[in-house]
T-cell receptor
């Protein structure tokens, strides 16, 4: 079956430092990968969408300078939270799909900033 | 832009009660409507989806009807169990290929045995 793994599951970083999280698709080719953030008491916000052979598209309020994303092949994507501060804490979700099929979500990386 | 509204932040029921979670949406497109369930410590899992207006999606005893007239996609279940306790998110995605999912705020369901 199709699965999406994210790691680490939880991480703590000091304020002002950076943290990289990874997303691995298993059982299908992730032609598109979307990164979402679920902040405390909030719903999922789309950060950016990465599609193979297309430029990564960032949503309003999210920038490449703050959340650089790599999508080097059809099974892997990573995102870094640069210069993390308290407002960056939350659950970061990776959602991947092949073509126009269903999106499969990982279990998320929970970021705590201290 | 597209939006999804879930008015109920939390619903508390007893086992075997009827569940109704409100969801309305706004869009200028012809979206697919979905319900996701997120259990504690997990990512969201697809519960059911409906691609075409006026159709009903059914999964694991849950059902939702894509009502284009009232722009609603309410989630129902005839008899809830304690294991249904989770957060339920209503979502829409445009059928245009850009696959931007728009999620509602979520409704936390607590079922008491």
């Amino acid at each position: 079956g199709a699965l999406v793994y994210q790691y680490p599951r939880r991480t703590i970083c000091k304020s002002g430092t950076s943290m990289r999280m990874e997303c691995q698709a298993v059982g299908f080719q992730a032609t598109s990968v979307a990164w979402y953030r679920q902040s405390p008491q909030k719903t999922f916000e789309l950060i950016a969408l990465s599609t193979v052979n297309s430029a990564i598209k960032y949503e309003q309020n999210f920038t490449q300078e703050k959340f650089p994303i790599s999508h080097p092949n059809l099974s892997f994507s990573s995102m870094t939270v640069l210069n993390a501060y308290l407002e960056d804490r939350g659950l970061y979700l990776c959602g991947a799909r092949q073509g126009n099929t269903e999106v499969f979500f990982g279990k998320g990386t929970r970021l705590t900033v201290v | 832009g597209d939006s999804v509204t879930q008015k109920q932040g939390q619903v508390t029921l007893s086992e075997d009660d009827f569940l109704f979670i409100n969801c309305t949406y706004s869009t200028t497109t012809y979206p697919t409507l979905l319900w996701y369930v997120q259990y504690l410590g997990q990512g969201p899992q697809l519960l059911l989806k409906v691609t075409t207006a006026n159709n009903k999606g059914i999964s694991r005893g849950f059902e939702a009807t894509y009502d284009k007239g009232t722009t609603s996609f309410h989630l129902q279940k005839a008899s809830v169990q304690e294991s249904d306790s989770a957060v339920y998110f209503c979502a829409l995605v445009e059928n245009t290929g850009n696959y931007k999912y728009v999620f509602g705020a979520g409704t936390r369901l607590k079922v008491i045995a």
